[in-house]
């Protein structure tokens, strides 16, 4: 009996999706051992019975609930608990649902700004009122998933790699345990490091790193090493796949950006990536934008409304 | 399930909802929503965007050379478009020159990408409306043809994982890139990297004359006066042109807008307010652009549209004057002999995507095959500073358009985009409507009619 499949997108982008679709020829094997019965992006399954919006929001019962996003309307927000009321295991899939992702960076703005800006003072915007009827109202502020509902497997990315989005679903259909990534990116990242001191300030990523084009990334020299912000060291480790591949910005030669949220889920990226700095040396007086290091872990209180942000 | 529920009891006296929700196998959050009037005809007919995330406000603040590696996330199909967009405006604000192997490297990756929507879009999404016949939703949909036609699911599922992998090897990421930046791109491409992936784009050049040549034989060559009559309606069109010949391109050139009637101005991407506006409705959180150029204001009344045009594969391959690589060229000169300039059925959004598919294919190998794709330098170093910037590519699903302000420390003051999927808001409502029309009369509807019209907004790629 294949194990059924629920799977839903929040407030996200549907690159989770994709990525699940992206497991390629891994993708018809999974399926043999799995059934989806609701993924709204690849199947027509609807909410409401006999058509009618006042009918309760349905979706059937499943052993996996997939849910990618955060949770920034009330409509998702019912969604997600149907979700948990349906689904044996809840996977909050994606950085999005783990840790608000990048629509949590709402949360350093009221909701009137946005609106104002949105549809009122943005160029080539006739100017009218928030549109109120029948789209759902927003809830006070963007949460990830553990903050509304319970989760059992967090499986974080933006997108999760399709090797570890797999993985996941082999675990959970062969009925095992699922073994979550506990390394950092730098475990997994091949490039040269030479040690302390030689790093004073860091610098914005305003030109490319140093690198021998034609060699591979495990003789270009660590990127916090060369003075960029790689947020490696504090960010947890599964984007380079579980075939022997590299981080995947590294194989861009660009610095790590922290997509795959922190090490430890209580971690603050912000917090562990300043004390890690601060204890080289190095100084961060350069980086122009600090909360933006916070960019895919905003939900849980993380990220707050500043009132008329200090210049 | 298979068995047809029986079709819903005519409206009795008052008036009647019928909600569609989640509009599938689209990206996005979408419900349809028809009011039937006291004797069961369609009153009124509505798509309405259930969400927003307000992208425009929040990168408000943040390092501009970081931006691009942000509003990737405004949309997991098609983020290299967001991606390289967004690189052009911060180039823009920045007063950055790109190098020309920078430029044809960011070409490459966004055409791979649009090979890689393509297929998606077409076989994965509206496929299953098309190539299973079962009404039931378990089996329409990618996992029907899978289990009906493994044969033909293998060969779209590869063409999709080599297109992936040709953009991971050598960009890193195939969803949410980082490899295109300010100035130009982060690495250089070695001839060995070149070299396979021409060998992976004969493969996938090979897949588009598949695709094609079966869609016209499967699909197209079905498409009955009913499907050609679905959601149609009569439009302007909106797409980017080369700025040499007036042919198509995806990510450098002019923006074309034409009349219904097929008169068209031209314009910058600098100057997309005087021609562009957007209008608000209170019942959706997307907002509709509509030619403003055009002076008649906005209106999605069907026997009285005003300033409506559309976008993505049908309007680019209409309002250029030809296709720059001969496989597709061939193919738009018999389109064009089919359906003339500009078509107008919605339906044809398919058959234009797959002529697109094979022109992506094409332009792969062109600039592949360019020696200075391997040149360098790629990037010029950038300095932040204030500036204003307005970045214009072609998404899979229309014309792209952020436009940003930096202060002097090279930080967002403020930005606007304008989404590809957003240009066809206002047609897709009237698609939807006029299917609506068509379709449902003395309050009488069924699965097949509501997928039909779901048909009418999956033809667009929303």
């Given at each position: 009996?294949?194990?059924r499949?629920?799977?839903e997108?929040l407030?996200?982008?549907?690159?989770?999706?994709?990525a699940?679709l992206?497991t390629?020829?891994?993708?018809l094997?999974?399926?043999?051992?799995?059934?989806?019965?609701?993924?709204p992006?690849?199947?027509?399954?609807?909410?409401?019975?006999?058509n009618?919006a006042?009918?309760?929001?349905?979706?059937?019962?499943?052993?996996?609930g997939?849910l990618?996003?955060?949770?920034?309307n009330e409509?998702?927000?019912?969604i997600?608990e149907?979700?948990?009321?349906r689904?044996?295991?809840i996977?909050?899939f994606?950085?999005?649902?783990?840790?608000?992702?990048?629509?949590a960076?709402?949360?350093l703005?009221?909701d009137?700004?946005l609106f104002r800006?949105?549809?009122?003072?943005?160029e080539?915007?006739?100017?009218a009122?928030?549109?109120a009827?029948v789209?759902p109202?927003?809830?006070?502020?963007t949460?990830?998933?553990?903050?509304v509902i319970?989760?059992?497997?967090?499986?974080?990315g933006?997108?999760?790699?399709p090797?570890?989005?797999a993985h996941l679903?082999d675990t959970?259909?062969s009925g095992?345990k699922?073994?979550p990534?506990?390394?950092?990116?730098?475990d997994?990242?091949p490039?040269?490091?030479?040690?302390?001191g030689?790093?004073?300030r860091i610098?914005r990523?305003?030109?490319?790193?140093?690198f021998?084009?034609?060699k591979?990334?495990?003789d270009m020299?660590?990127?916090?090493?060369?003075?960029?912000?790689?947020?490696?060291?504090?960010?947890?480790?599964?984007?380079?796949?579980?075939?022997?591949g590299?981080p995947r910005c590294?194989?861009?030669?660009?610095?790590?950006?922290g997509?795959?949220?922190?090490v430890?889920?209580?971690g603050?990226?912000l917090?562990?990536?300043l004390?890690?700095?601060?204890s080289n040396?190095?100084?961060t007086?350069?980086l122009?934008d600090r909360?933006?290091?916070?960019r895919?872990?905003?939900?849980h209180?993380?990220?707050v409304?500043t009132v008329?942000?200090?210049a | 399930?298979?068995?047809k529920?029986a079709?819903?009891a005519p409206a009795?006296?008052?008036?009647?909802?019928?909600?569609i929700?989640?509009?599938?196998?689209?990206e996005g959050h979408?419900?349809?929503?028809i009011?039937?009037?006291?004797n069961?005809?369609?009153?009124?007919?509505r798509?309405h965007?259930?969400?927003?995330?307000?992208?425009?406000?929040?990168?408000e603040?943040?390092a501009?050379?970081?931006?691009?590696?942000?509003?990737?996330?405004?949309?997991g199909i098609?983020?290299?478009?967001h991606?390289l967009a967004?690189n052009k405006?911060?180039?823009?604000?920045?007063?950055?020159?790109v190098p020309?192997?920078g430029?044809?490297?960011r070409?490459l990756?966004?055409v791979l990408a649009?090979?890689?929507?393509?297929?998606l879009?077409f076989?994965?999404l509206?496929?299953p409306?098309?190539l299973t016949?079962s009404?039931?939703?378990?089996t329409?949909s990618?996992m029907?043809?899978i289990q009906?036609?493994?044969?033909l699911?293998?060969?779209i599922?590869?063409?999709r994982?080599?297109?992936?992998?040709?953009l991971?090897?050598f960009?890193?990421?195939?969803i949410?890139?980082e490899?295109?930046v300010p100035g130009?791109?982060?690495?250089?491409?070695?001839?060995?990297e070149r070299?396979e992936?021409?060998a992976?784009a004969?493969?996938?050049?090979?897949?588009a004359k598949?695709?094609?040549?079966?869609?016209k034989?499967?699909?197209?060559s079905k498409?009955d006066?009913?499907?050609?009559?679905?959601?149609?309606?009569?439009?302007?069109?909106?797409?980017?042109?080369?700025?040499k010949?007036c042919?198509l391109?995806?990510?450098?050139?002019?923006l074309?807008?034409?009349r219904?009637?097929?008169s068209?101005?031209?314009?910058?991407?600098?100057?997309?307010?005087?021609?562009?506006?957007?209008?608000v409705?209170?019942?959706s959180?997307?907002?509709?652009?509509?030619?403003r150029?055009?002076?008649?204001g906005f209106?999605m009344?069907l026997?009285d549209?005003r300033?409506?045009?559309?976008?993505?594969?049908?309007?680019?391959?209409?309002v250029?004057?030809?296709?720059?690589?001969?496989l597709?060229?061939?193919?738009?000169?018999?389109?064009r002999?089919?359906f003339g300039?500009?078509?107008?059925s919605?339906?044809?959004?398919h058959?234009?995507?797959?002529?697109?598919l094979l022109?992506?294919c094409?332009?792969v190998?062109?600039?592949?095959?360019d020696?200075?794709i391997?040149?360098q330098p790629?990037?010029n170093?950038v300095i932040?500073r204030?500036?204003r910037?307005?970045?214009?590519?072609?998404a899979?699903?229309g014309t792209?358009?952020?436009d940003?302000?930096t202060?002097?420390?090279?930080?967002?003051?403020?930005?606007?985009?304008?989404?590809?999927?957003?240009?066809?808001?206002?047609?897709?409502n009237?698609?939807?409507?006029s299917a609506?029309?068509?379709?449902?009369?003395a309050g009488?509807?069924?699965?097949?009619?509501l997928?039909r019209l779901?048909?009418?907004?999956?033809?667009?790629d929303?």
């Amino acid at each position: 009996m294949p194990l059924r499949l629920a799977s839903e997108s929040l407030s996200g982008c549907s690159g989770c999706e994709i990525a699940l679709l992206n497991t390629g020829v891994g993708l018809l094997r999974l399926l043999k051992s799995i059934k989806i019965v609701h993924m709204p992006i690849l199947m027509d399954n609807k909410y409401f019975q006999g058509n009618d919006a006042e009918a309760e929001l349905e979706i059937p019962e499943a052993e996996i609930g997939l849910l990618s996003g955060a949770v920034r309307n009330e409509e998702q927000l019912r969604i997600a608990e149907k979700m948990r009321q349906r689904c044996g295991s809840i996977v909050a899939f994606g950085t999005c649902a783990s840790y608000g992702g990048i629509p949590a960076l709402a949360n350093l703005f009221e909701d009137a700004d946005l609106f104002r800006r949105y549809y009122r003072t943005a160029e080539a915007t006739d100017a009218a009122g928030n549109p109120a009827e029948v789209v759902p109202p927003f809830l006070e502020r963007t949460f990830a998933l553990d903050e509304v509902i319970r989760v059992d497997v967090f499986l974080p990315g933006c997108p999760p790699h399709p090797d570890g989005i797999a993985h996941l679903l082999d675990t959970l259909a062969s009925g095992k345990k699922p073994d979550p990534e506990l390394q950092s990116v730098c475990d997994s990242c091949p490039t040269r490091r030479e040690g302390k001191g030689s790093v004073q300030r860091i610098r914005r990523f305003i030109r490319n790193a140093r690198f021998q084009p034609d060699k591979p990334p495990a003789d270009m020299r660590c990127l916090l090493e060369q003075g960029f912000l790689c947020m490696g060291p504090v960010t947890l480790a599964g984007c380079s796949g579980r075939s022997g591949g590299m981080p995947r910005c590294i194989e861009a030669r660009v610095p790590c950006k922290g997509c795959y949220g922190p090490v430890r889920p209580g971690g603050n990226q912000l917090f562990d990536i300043l004390n890690a700095l601060a204890s080289n040396g190095i100084d961060t007086k350069n980086l122009p934008d600090r909360l933006a290091v916070l960019r895919y872990s905003g939900a849980h209180r993380r990220l707050v409304r500043t009132v008329n942000k200090p210049a | 399930m298979s068995e047809k529920k029986a079709e819903a009891a005519p409206a009795g006296s008052s008036a009647r909802r019928i909600t569609i929700q989640p509009v599938t196998r689209i990206e996005g959050h979408a419900r349809i929503g028809i009011t039937l009037d006291d004797n069961g005809e369609v009153a009124d007919a509505r798509v309405h965007i259930m969400s927003m995330r307000g992208f425009e406000k929040f990168i408000e603040g943040r390092a501009a050379e970081e931006v691009p590696g942000i509003v990737t996330r405004i949309c997991g199909i098609c983020p290299w478009q967001h991606h390289l967009a967004s690189n052009k405006a911060v180039d823009g604000c920045f007063g950055a020159e790109v190098p020309l192997a920078g430029r044809l490297l960011r070409e490459l990756t966004q055409v791979l990408a649009h090979i890689s929507d393509k297929v998606l879009h077409f076989f994965f999404l509206s496929g299953p409306d098309f190539l299973t016949d079962s009404p039931d939703v378990s089996t329409r949909s990618i996992m029907g043809i899978i289990q009906s036609n493994p044969e033909l699911a293998e060969s779209i599922v590869r063409a999709r994982y080599r297109g992936q992998l040709m953009l991971e090897r050598f960009a890193g990421r195939s969803i949410h890139p980082e490899a295109i930046v300010p100035g130009g791109f982060s690495k250089p491409m070695g001839r060995r990297e070149r070299d396979e992936m021409i060998a992976n784009a004969q493969e996938q050049l090979q897949f588009a004359k598949f695709a094609l040549d079966f869609a016209k034989e499967r699909i197209f060559s079905k498409f009955d006066a009913a499907l050609m009559g679905l959601g149609e309606i009569t439009t302007g069109f909106l797409g980017m042109v080369s700025p040499k010949d007036c042919s198509l391109t995806f990510s450098d050139g002019i923006l074309r807008l034409m009349r219904p009637d097929g008169s068209f101005h031209e314009f910058s991407s600098r100057e997309y307010t005087d021609f562009i506006g957007e209008h608000v409705e209170p019942w959706s959180y997307a907002k509709f652009p509509y030619a403003r150029g055009w002076g008649d204001g906005f209106s999605m009344d069907l026997a009285d549209p005003r300033g409506i045009y559309r976008t993505n594969c049908l309007a680019r391959l209409n309002v250029a004057d030809s296709i720059p690589s001969p496989l597709a060229q061939a193919e738009l000169l018999e389109f064009r002999s089919l359906f003339g300039r500009p078509a107008q059925s919605t339906m044809l959004y398919h058959w234009a995507r797959l002529i697109e598919l094979l022109y992506a294919c094409e332009r792969v190998l062109q600039l592949l095959e360019d020696p200075e794709i391997i040149g360098q330098p790629v990037r010029n170093d950038v300095i932040p500073r204030a500036g204003r910037g307005v970045g214009c590519v072609e998404a899979p699903r229309g014309t792209l358009i952020h436009d940003y302000s930096t202060d002097e420390n090279g930080c967002i003051t403020r930005a606007n985009l304008i989404v590809g999927t957003t240009h066809n808001l206002a047609p897709i409502n009237m698609s939807v409507n006029s299917a609506a029309r068509s379709l449902i009369h003395a309050g009488r509807v069924n699965e097949e009619v509501l997928n039909r019209l779901e048909m009418a907004v999956r033809a667009y790629d929303p």
